[in-house]
């Protein structure tokens, strides 16, 4: 990843019974009967009271987000770095912006003035203000030792990107149908139309507005008046999304000006990735370059496989700058990039090989 941290290689997942060659070969109707489908919906460690889940090395810097009830399920090998680089798309020249420093309410002016407008620098400030929150409020039911102030949105979206804080959907009952919510990052806000893997909602202000608003609070609004819901205007709500607006994907300097491999500065797997991803492996369908999404939701259909409800149309997430924001889909089910790359060979029918699989991967890597 851009700061150093290693990037895990390799299917997580453990099959019964079968390998992956042989896995690729059957029909969804032959995994669903056998109970053989890899990659099941992951739940939230503690599914009743949900909530807002932060990992053990941010806890460490910032105690205050350590809840007495649950704890980060995912070993820290499997998450982003932390804390992650931050690159402005008005300054590419300076690259990483973030000095290796977590951005709080103590450094973002040091660190920001001059390189941001007053008003985005104002939107930094309220990305980086805690408002109270289901978990973490000052009231007696919240599920912090002491009391709270609440949370900030980059307690979450560290550094405008994330690394791997999750939550519930906050939009469905009964509670066992609610999703799990791995935070995605706001690198590419910009570029991006809609908004959330379900909510599609068609704008940053509208998504900042609602996060707050419903999120924090389980979709709950009862609850929002009793723990200390704040009303954000729309004149804050619109700084906010000023400087949501400026985070850009990391540098990638193999791709040309169309998202596309320059062939001079790309090894023979990576082309041959490449290839498969424009043709048989069929992902440019949806990841279209260059921003490698297509501002729409798909129906994966995961039923075919699994004795679960269907899920039905998720956004498709980008994949720019893709190899440093494990884990992987809405819910983190998938750990590395070779995981996708399995999810999709048999979501897809695809039968890919080993070869090509490793070959996807190579080509993944460098967006
Ligand atoms: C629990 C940690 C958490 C906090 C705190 C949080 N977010 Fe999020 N954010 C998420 C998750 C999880 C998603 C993905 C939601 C989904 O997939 O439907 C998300 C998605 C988003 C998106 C949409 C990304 C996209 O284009 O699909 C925006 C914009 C956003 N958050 C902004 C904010 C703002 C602004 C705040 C503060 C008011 C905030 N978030 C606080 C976890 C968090
Ligand atoms: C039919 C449209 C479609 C096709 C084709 C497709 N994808 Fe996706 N992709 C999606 C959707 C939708 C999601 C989000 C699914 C979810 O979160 O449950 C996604 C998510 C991903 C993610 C995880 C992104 C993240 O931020 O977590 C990766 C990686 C990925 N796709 C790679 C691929 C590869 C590789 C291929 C080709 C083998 C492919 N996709 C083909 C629609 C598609």
New binding site residues.
């Given amino acids: 990843m851009t700061r150093g941290k290693p990037i895990l290689m390799g299917p997580t997942a453990r099959l019964r019974e079968t390998s992956w060659d042989e896995l690729g070969k059957m029909t969804p109707v032959e995994i669903k009967e056998r109970g053989l489908f890899p990659y099941p919906s992951l739940p939230h460690p503690k599914h009743t009271p949900g909530g807002q889940v932060f990992p053990e090395m941010q806890i460490e810097q910032f105690p205050r987000l350590r809840r007495f009830d649950v704890d980060f399920d995912l070993p820290e090998e499997f998450l982003p770095e932390f804390p992650p680089a931050i690159f402005l798309q008005n300054r590419p020249e300076l690259g990483d912006v973030s000095r290796g420093e977590v951005v709080s309410i103590n450094n973002y002016y040091r660190l920001f003035k001059g390189l941001v407008t007053p008003v985005q620098l104002d939107g930094l400030r309220l990305l980086l203000t805690p408002f109270p929150q289901e978990e973490f409020n000052p009231t007696d039911d919240r599920k912090s030792l002491e009391p709270s102030l609440g949370v900030t949105c980059f307690d979450c979206h560290v550094n405008g990107h994330t690394t791997g804080q999750f939550h519930l959907n906050p939009d469905n009952r009964p509670q066992e149908r609610r999703f799990r919510l791995?935070t995605?990052?706001l690198r590419g806000m910009f570029d991006q139309q809609i908004h959330g893997?379900k909510r599609s909602l068609r704008s940053v202000e509208d998504f900042t507005e609602f996060e707050q608003r419903t999120a924090y609070f389980n979709g709950d609004q009862i609850h929002a008046m009793k723990k200390g819901l704040t009303i954000l205007d729309r004149v804050h709500v619109s700084h906010m999304a000023q400087m949501q607006n400026m985070f850009d994907f990391p540098p990638a300097p193999a791709l040309d000006l169309m998202g596309r491999l320059d062939r001079s500065k790309a090894t023979e797997e990576e082309i041959r990735g490449e290839e498969?991803?424009f043709g048989k492996?069929?992902?440019?369908?949806?990841?279209v370059p260059p921003s490698y999404m297509?501002q729409?939701?798909?129906?994966?259909k995961?039923e075919r496989f699994m004795d679960e409800p269907g899920?039905g149309?998720?956004?498709?997430?980008?994949?720019r700058g893709?190899k440093e924001?494990?884990?992987?889909?809405?819910?983190?089910?998938?750990l590395t990039?070779e995981d996708?790359?399995e999810?999709?060979?048999l979501?897809?029918e695809?039968q890919?090989n080993e070869q090509e699989k490793k070959d996807?991967?190579s080509?993944?890597l460098k967006l």
């Fill in positions: 791995d995605t990052s893997s498969l991803f492996a069929k992902c440019s369908g949806c990841h297509d729409q939701m798909h129906d994966l995961l899920r149309p998720i956004k498709t997430f980008t994949l893709i924001s494990p884990p992987y889909l809405h819910d983190g089910r998938c990039l996708t790359v999810f999709f060979n979501v897809l695809l890919l996807l991967v080509f993944m």
